[in-house]
């Protein structure tokens, strides 16, 4: 993901394209463990619940993202800016969320 930091409006196509597959990838092994994770941790009568939750926000952070970062090409054309801005903002919400993880409570 960092190194899509560095592109700028020169970066060809194909290179973004291959930056792009680690995230692809990554995305696909953390969303099955993600909520098998949830789903372990939630009583099985609460369990469809469980999983409509994650699955309804997972999608409209999705959505948004693609909104947003849609209208600010379309508003002035600096996607590379905003995409930027957007990766830093993804890079803060992993720290955040991984501190706040690592302080829940281990149950056995």
Known sequence: MSGLLWMDEGTGGAVVAVMLVPIGLGMGLVVPSLTAV?????AADRAGTAAGILNSFRQTGGALAVAVLGASVADRGGFVVDLRVALCVAAVMLVVTTAAAL????SR
């Open 38 to 42: 949830l789903l372990n941790d939630i």
């Open 103 to 106: 302080m829940l409570p281990v």
